[in-house]
T-cell receptor, first 111, second 112 residues
Framework: DQQVKQNSPSLSVQEGRISILNCDYT??????FLWYKKYPAEGPTFLIS?????DKNEDGRFTVFLNKSAKHLSLHIVPSQPGDSAVYFC??????????FGKGTSLLVTP | EADIYQTPRYLVIGTGKKITLECSQT?????MYWYQQDPGMELHLIHY???????EKGDLSSESTVSRIRTEHFPLTLESARPSHTSQYLC???????????FGPGTRLTVT
């Protein structure tokens, strides 16, 4: 059963606007979350993470928000740029440090 | 700098052939992982290793096998490839007590 869910397969945003990618999880034991970015024919690259002791983590244009009570996190990209067009995966590690991934959201940033 | 390599990048092979997908990392990471991903789907863990001579199967059942004879090397072998093995295979590594995994570029396998 999938423990990390990304219910929006795709998102299209205009350049300069905000992109918001959402992620839900079912396992209340998860205490750390990561976002990865993936271009076609390449491996995922780490983008940003958040520990459950925080509700926000910011790195440049990227901010991740965590709502533990709702078991929900979101990635905000402001301002969005065409180079941000990629598939974004939300992930959470299990007790053995293996990552549980969502199915990803394909972001398209149009000029 | 994350340095993790996978070869080949692309492979088209006939049914029944034996193949080995190579994965090497130069970071001295003790933990290594193999994931399988189909388009539009999540990455599924198929094998992992916590160190030399340690290998475990992941959540997704796989007919592949792995070995970990050296810290830097974690090859994956399919004894008899089938069309159902067509997928992208991603290798990753991480250091002790870290959640952040570094991924290789992947191998796109097509079995005809």
């Amino acid at each position: 059963d999938q423990q990390v869910k990304q219910n929006s397969p795709s998102l299209s945003v205009q350049e300069g606007r905000i992109s918001i990618l959402n992620c839900d999880y079912t396992n209340s034991m998860f205490d750390y979350f990561l976002w990865y970015k993936k271009y076609p024919a390449e491996g995922p690259t780490f983008l940003i993470s958040i520990s459950s002791i925080k509700d926000k983590n910011e790195d440049g244009r990227f901010t991740v928000f965590l709502n533990k009570s709702a078991k929900h996190l979101s990635l905000h990209i402001v301002p969005s740029q065409p180079g941000d067009s990629a598939v974004y995966f939300c992930a959470a590690p299990d007790s053995g440090y293996a990552l549980n991934f969502g199915k990803g959201t394909s972001l398209l940033v149009t000029p | 700098e994350a340095d993790i390599y996978q070869t080949p990048r692309y492979l088209v092979i006939g049914t029944g052939k034996k193949i080995t997908l190579e994965c090497s990392q130069t970071m001295g990471h003790d933990k290594m992982y193999w994931y399988q991903q189909d388009p539009g789907m999540e990455l599924h863990l198929i094998h992992y290793s916590y160190g030399v001579n340690s290998t475990e199967k992941g959540d997704l059942s796989s007919e592949s096998t792995v070995s970990r004879i050296r810290t830097e090397h974690f090859p994956l072998t399919l004894e008899s490839a089938r069309p159902s093995h067509t997928s992208q295979y991603l290798c990753a590594s991480t250091r002790t007590r870290s959640y952040e995994q570094y991924f290789g570029p992947g191998t796109r396998l097509t079995v005809t």
